[in-house]
Nanobody
């Protein structure tokens, strides 16, 4: 089965940047429709960005213009570049193929001064 390993989270001040990575194994990565999700304490998990196998990206309104999703098919990796971070971006971030049934462990992002 396909597996997802997220990394790159941490503590950052408001206005700062982080780059998340997600290593994918167990499937033909290049054909996967990938997405990044996040779940804040007490809230439902939500999708923040997605990228098709062809590289077309889409974003939630709350992150449009600040986050950039990309993929490197040679490295079986999807990235999420997050700029101008806000306290409301604090959450555990997950990546997953749209079609996958299982989640990775996620990576914590905390935006605080």
């Amino acid at each position: 089965q396909v597996q997802f390993v997220e990394s790159g989270g941490g503590l950052v001040q408001p206005g700062g940047s982080l780059r998340l990575s997600c290593a994918v194994s167990g499937s033909s990565f290049s054909i996967l429709f990938m997405a990044w999700y996040r779940q804040a304490p007490g809230k439902q998990r939500e999708s923040v960005a997605a990228i098709t196998s062809g590289g077309t990206a889409s974003y939630a309104d709350s992150v449009e213009g600040r986050f950039t999703i990309s993929r490197d098919n040679a490295k079986n990796t999807v990235y999420l570049q997050m700029n101008n971070l806000k306290p409301e971006d604090t959450a555990v971030y997950y990546c997953k193929a749209i079609s996958a049934a299982y989640w990775g462990q996620g990576t914590q992002v905390t935006v605080s001064s």
